[in-house]
């Protein structure tokens, strides 16, 4: 079992410390896969992926086909999620944040500050892009101007993402020593609380009819699974419920599935299940390649 947070920690401090490899047995010669989302509305799924021994952004349909990589700069290139019109890509790279166009081209800045910047989400009207930066989460126009920050808090808060109406947004807190999910407003007014207990609860994201939550639980020593709750946090219940962790869930935009990362397999793959917990599918099969970010 592997405590998310302290597994997140270790893997942005080995972004700062070295920014061409993502050690997760990338010294063994393995390659590994990384934090699935969502699809897009071209019908994609974006992940990170390391088969070359650093990680990239790749792309690939639902049914494990076409897969295609974007990006293959010197820095780990994380995070990628889709723009709400499913034409370009933001994503994190050393710390600062890009954008590209879906075929990986016209990659550009987004910020630039000197602060470590990661975990973009997109805005649905496509006009803001929300980060983790310096431990708070701020949101900026996507050409990079009109920065502003929604939360100033003790804690560590992280891993944005959007209402589907844009005027709210998800974020993971560290304030009262667990990880716990609250909502805020887009203008940084009115947080909430949506969890309480002693595990850490992360990776959380809007149903699209904005009426469900899926995250990710981490109570160790069991192993980390994706749950389903109400938009108003009650009501949970257990999308996976297996003996491996399971992390880094998004939903497809119909609502249908949920995309995630497994590791039933002992390596980690992009992964879909219905939110009912059926009909699991995996969507990469690799023996020495692991997906992660999956958008």
Do not use: C
């Not at 502003?148 to 808060?157: A, E, I, S, V």
């Not at 699991?280 to 992660?292: E, L, P, Q, S, W």
Request: glycine residues 10%.
């Amino acid at each position: 079992m592997t405590n998310w947070l302290a597994r997140l920690s270790k893997r942005r401090k080995t972004l700062l410390a070295m920014a061409t490899v993502l050690a997760l047995g990338a010294s063994s010669g393995q390659a590994s896969a990384a934090n699935p989302m969502y699809w897009g509305t071209s019908g994609l799924i974006t992940y990170m992926s390391n088969p070359g021994g650093q990680y990239d952004v790749f792309s690939i349909r639902p049914n494990g086909d076409d897969i295609m990589q974007l990006t293959d700069g010197a820095a780990v290139e994380d995070a990628p999620v889709w723009s709400p019109d499913g034409e370009r890509i933001a994503f994190d790279r050393g710390g600062d944040i890009y954008r590209m166009d879906a075929d990986g081209t016209h990659v550009r800045h987004v910020t630039d500050t000197g602060t470590f910047e990661q975990l973009p989400a997109w805005s649905p009207g496509g006009g803001r892009i929300a980060y983790t930066a310096s431990g708070d989460i701020f949101t900026v126009r996507v050409n990079g101007s009109d920065r502003r920050r929604l939360t100033k808090n003790p804690g560590n808060d992280y891993w944005p993402s959007w209402s589907p109406n844009g005027h709210r947004l998800l974020f993971t807190t560290t304030r009262d020593g667990d990880g716990e999910i609250f909502v805020v407003d887009a203008d940084g007014t009115h947080q909430h609380r949506l969890t309480r207990n002693h595990a850490s609860d992360t990776a959380a994201h809007f149903s699209p009819d904005g009426r469900l939550i899926v995250f990710q639980l981490s109570a160790p020593p069991a192993d980390a699974e994706i749950l389903e709750m109400r938009a108003d946090g009650s009501h949970r219940r257990p999308v996976t419920d297996n003996t491996t962790d399971d992390y880094e869930p998004a939903w497809a935009p119909n609502g249908k599935r949920v995309t995630y990362v497994d590791s039933s397999t002992g390596d980690t793959d992009v992964a879909t299940i219905r939110p009912d917990g059926t009909d699991f599918m995996n969507v990469t099969d690799n023996t020495v390649i692991a997906d992660y970010f999956i958008d």
